[in-house]
Every structure is written in structure tokens, then in C-alpha cells.
């Protein structure tokens, strides 16, 4: 009953705080990008921070020495929960994101996401999405942003996984851009759809950088898809890294 009350009070704040914290970024679509990603940046910490607070849930992220510091990249991240569309802030420089279209339709927290520049895509348009990617991407990583994927396209059970859409590996290839993979577990204490946070530990393992330069987009994708459920494999007990469907995009 206690974990189930600590998970409540945690879900019950983030719910109340991303609307301030939206509104500001919407009503701040004047001011530089950075002062944008700087709110948006604080909303997250906050949100890690708390549910370390609250429900026990904390991290540690191996591989920080793979982190670019001097170029942006493509950044590919296993996605099982919530959590980590915090931690891409809290950890990594400024950026911007992939994600479906049907965010930008929720009040506020939509209107929040078009200040910050994020690419929404309709995950249903295969070719046309890709070409989106590439095109919005290549002008966010001139201006020195990295672009943030999550190469299943949805949140995936723990032990599972899916062909990984190829729209990053095309802009990688396109732009000659590096992908930096990274792995997690986040879905094994916060499941996706899921109220219980569970306490615990999550790891965050961040991979060597792919090179894309030569190499078909197919070879890209598959080098990194590989590497991140190698990693999965090792960082989730019984995993299976089971193939559920091919996804477009």
C-alpha cells in the first residue's frame, strides 16, 4: 500500500508541474533556445530527482567517457518507460526529439513541444516520415543540437523489443553524423502504462560512437540495434530480446 501511495504522490505532482512548466516554455517561444531547453532541463531533474525522493527509484549511468563533446549526434535510446524522456535532459546536451504527432495535440504541454523545435512525425507515413527526420534533423544538428530517438518508435515491455525504425540512420548517414547508443532499464521498476514505481537502481549504458561515413543506413541501424540489446541482455535479467514487428520510419 505505501508503494502504491508513493507512486500516486509522485504521478499526481508530475501531472501538476509540466503544466506550469509547459506554459512557461510556450510563452517563452521568443526567447533563445537555450533559456527554452534550460526550463525544460529543470522540469526533468526535478522529476528524477522526486522519484529517487519518493518512490526509491534512482540511477547510474556507465560509459559517460563515450559522450561527444565537441559535435552533436544521433542518439538512440531504448524506451520502456516515462523515465527516460526525463533523463535525456538531465544527462545529455541541448537537443531536440522525435515523437509521434499525436502529442502536439494535448493542450499546453503540445504547444510546449513546438517552442522546443521537436520533430513530430506521423509514425503511419514510412518514406514521408524518414524524409521529415532527415530534413528537420539536418537543420537541428547545424545549430548544434543533438536529435533524440527512440528507435522502437513506443514504449516496450521489459525482455522484448522490434525492428528499429531507420529514420536515424538515415539522417546519420545523410549529415555524417555519429550514433551514440544507449541502454536502459528503466522498464523493470516503471512499467510502461503502469502507476507503481518500483525502488531500485536503473542503469543507463552508454555506448561507443557508430560512425555512419560509407556505410549503408541498414548497416547503421543494425550495428547499433545490436549493441544496445547485447547491452539489454546484460543489464535485465532473462531478458529475450524478443522481435515483435517491423516498424516503419
Known amino acids: 500500500m505505501l508503494l502504491w501511495a508513493r507512486s500516486l504522490l509522485f504521478t499526481l505532482q508530475m501531472f ?27 522540469w526533468c531533474r526535478l522529476q528524477v530527482e522526486l522519484v529517487e525522493a519518493i518512490c526509491g527509484l534512482g540511477y547510474r549511468v556507465e ?35 522525435v515523437h509521434k504527432q499525436e502529442l502536439v495535440w494535448v493542450p499546453i ?12 512525425i506521423d509514425r503511419g507515413a514510412g518514406h ?4 521529415q527526420v532527415v530534413a528537420q534533423g ?16 513506443t514504449r516496450m515491455p521489459p525482455g522484448t523489443t522490434r525492428r528499429y525504425g531507420v529514420s536515424g540512420a538515415v539522417l546519420a548517414a545523410a549529415t555524417d553524423t555519429p550514433i551514440l547508443p544507449v541502454a536502459l532499464n528503466a522498464g523493470d521498476f516503471w512499467r510502461r502504462n503502469g502507476l507503481i514505481k518500483r ?13 555512419p561515413r560509407g556505410r549503408a543506413p541498414e548497416e547503421i541501424n543494425a550495428e547499433a540495434q545490436a ?5 539489454m541482455k546484460d543489464i535485465t535479467p532473462g531478458y529475450a530480446g524478443i522481435e515483435l514487428e517491423r516498424t516503419k520510419g
Not at 533523463?87 to 541541448?94: G, T, Y
Request: hydrophobic fraction near 55%.
Open 109 to 120: 504541454f503540445g504547444w510546449a513541444l513546438r517552442a522546443m523545435d521537436a520533430i513530430a
Open 16 to 42: 501538476v508541474t509540466v503544466w506550469f512548466y509547459a506554459a512557461l516554455v510556450t510563452l517563452l517561444f521568443w526567447a533563445p533556445y537555450s533559456t527554452r531547453f534550460a526550463i525544460a532541463r529543470a
Open 199 to 211: 525502488p531500485g537502481t536503473i542503469v543507463v549504458r552508454i555506448g561507443p560512437l557508430i560512425e
Open 138 to 153: 539536418r537543420c537541428q544538428l547545424a545549430a548544434g543540437k543533438w536529435v533524440m530517438i527512440f528507435p522502437e518508435g
Open 63 to 97: 560509459g559517460r567517457e563515450h559522450v561527444p563533446t565537441d559535435r552533436p549526434v544521433v542518439c538512440y535510446l531504448k524506451h520502456q518507460s516515462a523515465w527516460e524522456t526525463f533523463i535525456q535532459l538531465v544527462e545529455f546536451p541541448s537537443q531536440c526529439w
Open 227 to 231: 549493441w544496445i540489446e547485447a547491452q
Open 128 to 131: 514521408a516520415a524518414v524524409e
